[in-house]
């Protein structure tokens, strides 16, 4: 369990989902995608007398992912959705969506690697078939709401409602939720967000009778069954793993690589060229990925320092923009990094954002997310496009 417990901000951990209206009146989608947090969501909500559904998508229904544990929407998971469901007595529907999630998330990752950059599959997943589509789903079901297992909190501030971290921060995905938009946030529900940690989800699970209490965690990229992401981008993208030169930052080459797909930015285990001869062995670290040119570019450690970074797709859940000065945020560039301090600002004739570190940050990867907070609440975030 974490020591760093966030007090609510002012919220919902025990109001009605829907505000002036009884549970029993209130029609509920819960995304169940048979992993212990969206389970427990949906028996949580039941108990509390809400109408719920469950809704669970299958995703993607290849190879070893049928049969493999702790892979959210494909296989055994669904048929733990399925036994959640029942066990808690609400109405369950599987919908068949395997063919969006390969067209807006599967084939979105590919070509990002492609072009030398560290995609997030599970941010283009909720921005895509998980709220877009599905919510289209609840609202034709006449649902008032839609409920996730996610760890985030909503609360309802002066000028709507407001996206805020988890209570427990070990556990909070508000890093994987800023693309979230205002429309969204207006129907999305998030019960799980005010708990103390996971192991409270466990012991609600185990209370309420569910099979899947002590099931574990599943992987964060569901559909690489073996975790090894260059051999679905292979097949996604047949030839895409062409070989090139490994370089220093001056273009010397040092070796030789068998894609770029296979490098991420600060990789520094798996070049097979060893370190910098000197005083002592220094490790090598790649700096970036010149996809054009097939060259993966490493070098020490202070090579990934950057003091700022450019954004692209940015999305806002701020009460307004920053104006041309800027204002200072804490900002996250990777999921487990601790937010550190920056200042945000727009770019002129340009629908981007710059960010300017108050002290150099490592790792910034073109692919990932910057997200911006204020405390604990989100402010929005986008893409990173260059540093």
């Given at each position: 369990?974490?020591?760093?417990l ?5 919220g ?14 209130t029609?509920?989608?819960?995304a ?11 028996a ?23 049969g ?15 036994n ?17 999630f ?9 070509d ?5 950059e560290?995609?997030?599959p ?14 289209g ?24 409602p ?6 427990d ?6 890093y ?20 103390a ?13 569910l099979?899947?209490a ?18 679905v ?7 895409a ?25 600060g ?7 060893g ?11 790649v700096?970036?990925?010149d996809a ?5 570019v ?13 954004l692209?797709g ?50 910034v ?13 989100v ?9």
């Open positions: 369990m974490t020591d760093a966030q007090t609510a901000p002012p919902e951990a025990d109001a009605p989902l829907v505000p002036g209206k009884a549970p029993a009146d029609r509920v989608v819960v169940m995608s048979g992993g212990v947090d969206s389970s427990a969501t949906a949580l909500l039941a108990e509390r007398g809400y109408e719920v559904i469950g809704v669970t998508l299958q995703l993607y229904d290849h190879g070893a992912a049928v493999r544990k702790n892979a959210c929407c494909a296989g055994q998971d669904i048929l733990d959705a399925r959640v469901a029942a066990r808690i007595g609400i109405p369950h529907y599987v919908l068949d969506y395997e063919s969006r390969r067209e807006d998330v599967m084939e979105v990752f590919a990002a690697y492609l072009r030398g560290t995609p997030i599970c941010v283009t997943c909720n921005q895509t078939v998980k709220f877009r589509d599905l919510m789903v609840a609202r034709e079901l006449g649902a008032d709401c839609l409920a996730t297992g996610h760890y985030v909190r909503r609360a309802m501030g002066p000028h709507g407001e996206l805020h971290r988890a209570r921060l070990d556990k909070d995905q508000s994987f939720l800023f693309a979230t938009t205002r429309e969204q946030l207006e129907l999305l529900r998030f019960p799980l967000g005010h708990l940690g996971k192991d409270e989800t466990r012991a609600l699970a185990a209370r309420f009778g099979p899947v002590a099931k574990p965690d599943s992987q964060d990229i569901c559909f690489v069954p073996s975790g090894d992401y260059a051999s981008i292979e097949k996604l993208r047949p030839g793993a062409e070989p090139g030169d490994i370089v220093d930052e001056t273009g010397r080459v040092l070796g030789r690589h068998r894609g770029v797909i296979h490098y991420t930015i990789q520094r285990r798996g070049l097979g060229i370190g910098r001869k000197g005083a002592e062995e220094e490790p090598l670290y700096l970036a990925i054009e040119r097939r060259r993966v490493v070098g020490p450690k202070q090579g990934l320092a950057r003091e700022a970074l450019t692209r940015v999305n806002w859940l701020g009460d307004g923009r920053p104006g041309p000065d800027g204002i200072e945020v804490e900002v996250k560039v990777r999921s487990m990094r601790e937010p550190v301090a920056a200042t945000i600002a727009p770019i002129p004739r340009r629908d981007g954002v710059a960010v300017r570190f108050a002290a150099p940050e490592y790792g990867a073109p692919g990932q997310a910057c997200v911006f907070y204020a405390g604990s609440r402010l929005g975030g986008g893409w990173i496009a260059g540093s």
